[in-house]
């Protein structure tokens, strides 16, 4: 037996590989009926070739590879409906984070991002993850799906636009609003706290 | 002179494509007069590196 295929002997394993993925396609597709399917579908498909695989490290990143084109697929699917009414209530412009800046554009006081301190020494902390994912879960699903793909799965932009079917002008707006949507929930829930 | 909101426009846009000269410039002389948009340039490569280990967390 190799030792992927030893990994899929292994209960323990299995379920914390399992949960993973989980969370991974929850966060991306954002129903939890399609992402049990995308996760069932790639561990099906990763346990069909497990013999080519030689270790637990290889078989991971091989099974998030499948799950990311089986998301892919299920983003493509639903893309048109779910991103065109997102990108719909969110007007172009700084109107939208109206409420961080000032008539000039210029950083409102008590919305100014803080200097983060120590932010290595805080990635080991376990509670900083449990914060990390809320704040990911409060962006709007178009937002958290193009930065989800640009960071978490690492595409590029041309392939984000492709799939999402956007324009990369659009990416770059979804991706900008998440990043400031993302630092001021961190700001205010984590850093400011410390 | 840049305001804080076009700032940011352009230190996310230099995550996903290298800024022409014109941005750059007009980037980095805001950049050396507001430390808010430093912390913000900061902070988003922090958010970077975060993403990327999240995968990892159990």
Redesign the interface.
Known sequence: MSAAAHCLTDNAYLADLRRQMLKFALLQLRDSAAAEDAVQDALIGAMKNADRFAGKAAFKSWVFAILKHKIIDGIRGKSRTIAVADLQTDPDGPEDFSFLFDEAEHWKAEHAPSKWRNPEQQMQNGQFWVVFEVCLNKLPAAQARCFMMREFIGLDSAEICKELALTTTNLHVQLHRARLSLQKCLDGNWFKEK | ML????A??L???S???PLAFSEKLALNSHLLLCS??R??R???K??????????K??
């Open positions: 305001s804080c909101y076009k940011t426009v230190i996310s846009l995550h996903e494509r808010v948009c912390n913000f900061d902070n988003s922090t958010l970077s590196k975060a993403m990327a280990e999240f995968n967390q159990p």
